[in-house]
C-alpha cells in the first residue's frame, strides 16, 4: 500500500475527482443529450416522410383528436372556410433566401366556427430592415391545403409590438397571437406539450414563400453521443495509465538510488566467477607512516 500513498496527495485526489466528475457528465448528460437529439430528429423525419406519401385529410378530423395523444406535426390538412379580415401579423428574424424577412400570419375561420392561426409564408424585408406592403389574404370562402406545425413557444425578453403599422412578435405562438389580436384561437392539436398552426402549402389561396421543410437528415447527433461515451470511457483509462506510469517512474528512482551489492561467496561459487577479495582498512600505524614517511626519525 506504501506504492500507491502518493495516491493521496492533494494534486492526485482533485485528478481523480475531476476525472470522475466528468466521466459522469458524459454518461448521465452530454450523451443522452445529443442520442436524444438525435431520436427527437429521427422521428420528425419519418413524420414529414409519412406526411409527403399520405393523402391530405380534413382539418376537423385532427381537431377532434384531442386528448389521443396521437402526433399530428406535419400531417398535411385540408380547410374550408375565410380569412379574417385586419389580422395580419408579422413575425420578425425570419430569412427568405439568405436576406432578412418576415413570415406572414393570419387567422383563418372554419365553414363550422373554429378560428384557427395560418402561417402564410415568407416575404423579403425591404432594404433587410422594415416589412414591405402586405397585400390582404383573398375574400370569401377558400379551400387551402397546409400542414400542422407545433407552436415554437414564446421567446423570453421578445414583446409584441406595433411597428411600421403592423402587429409584430419574434415567434409563432397560438396563445401569444391570440393575445395580440384579441382573438379566440383554436389550437391545432400535434400530440406534444403546445397546441399548433396551419403552415401553408404552394400555390395556395393567400400564400406567399411557402416556410421550406427541414432537410431528411439526422444529423451529427450519434456521432456526437457516440463520442461522449468514448470519452468517458477513455478518461478513467487515461488516469489509470498516469497512475501507472508514476508507479513505474518511482521504481527507477528507487533502484538508481540503491547502491550496488557486492556478491555473496555462494552467488560467486554459482556463476563460477572469482570474488574480488575487498581490501582492509588499514591500521593506524600504516597511515602515520604513510603520512610522515617509513623510517624518518
Known amino acids: 500500500m506504501r506504492r500507491l500513498a502518493f495516491l493521496l496527495r492533494p494534486s492526485w485526489l482533485i485528478l481523480a475527482v475531476l476525472v470522475a466528475a466528468f466521466a459522469y457528465l458524459c454518461f448521465t448528460v452530454l450523451a443522452p443529450w445529443q442520442l436524444g ?9 419519418q413524420l414529414i416522410a409519412d406526411s409527403v406519401r399520405a393523402d391530405p385529410v380534413d382539418v376537423t378530423t385532427v381537431l377532434s383528436d384531442t386528448g389521443n395523444g396521437a402526433h399530428t406535426e406535419w400531417r398535411r390538412v385540408t380547410a374550408t372556410g375565410g380569412y379574417v379580415p385586419d389580422s395580419t401579423v408579422l413575425v420578425r428574424l425570419r430569412h427568405l433566401d ?12 372554419l365553414a363550422d366556427g373554429p378560428l384557427l392561426l395560418v402561417d402564410r409564408g415568407l416575404v423579403s424585408a425591404v432594404d433587410g430592415t422594415r416589412p414591405p406592403q402586405i397585400p390582404a389574404p383573398p375574400a370569401g370562402t377558400q379551400r387551402i391545403e397546409a400542414r400542422v406545425r407545433m407552436s415554437e413557444g414564446v421567446t423570453p425578453g421578445k414583446e409584441p409590438s406595433v411597428q411600421d403599422g ?4 419574434y415567434s409563432i405562438d397560438t396563445t401569444q397571437e391570440s393575445t395580440v389580436l384579441q382573438q379566440s384561437l383554436t389550437p391545432v392539436p400535434t400530440g406534444g406539450e403546445r397546441g399548433g398552426y396551419l403552415q401553408l402549402g404552394e400555390n395556395q389561396p393567400g400564400a406567399f414563400t411557402p416556410t421550406p421543410l427541414p432537410q431528411l437528415d439526422a444529423g451529427p447527433y450519434l456521432s456526437y453521443g457516440l463520442q461522449w461515451l468514448a470519452f468517458g470511457i477513455m478518461a478513467p483509462l487515461g488516469l489509470g495509465y498516469f497512475v501507472y506510469a508514476e508507479i513505474r517512474e518511482r521504481r527507477k528512482e528507487k533502484a538508481s538510488a540503491e547502491p550496488p551489492r557486492s556478491p555473496s561467496p555462494t552467488e560467486s561459487a554459482r556463476s563460477g566467477s572469482i570474488p574480488t577479495p575487498t581490501p582492509a582498512a588499514p591500521t593506524t600505524e600504516a597511515r602515520l607512516a604513510d603520512r610522515y614517511g617509513r623510517g624518518r626519525g
Do not use: C, E
Open 37 to 45: 437529439k438525435n431520436t427527437a430528429t429521427s422521428h420528425r423525419n
Open 98 to 109: 439568405g436576406a432578412p424577412g418576415y413570415a406572414v400570419l393570419a387567422t383563418f375561420r
Open 166 to 169: 403592423y402587429r409584430q412578435v
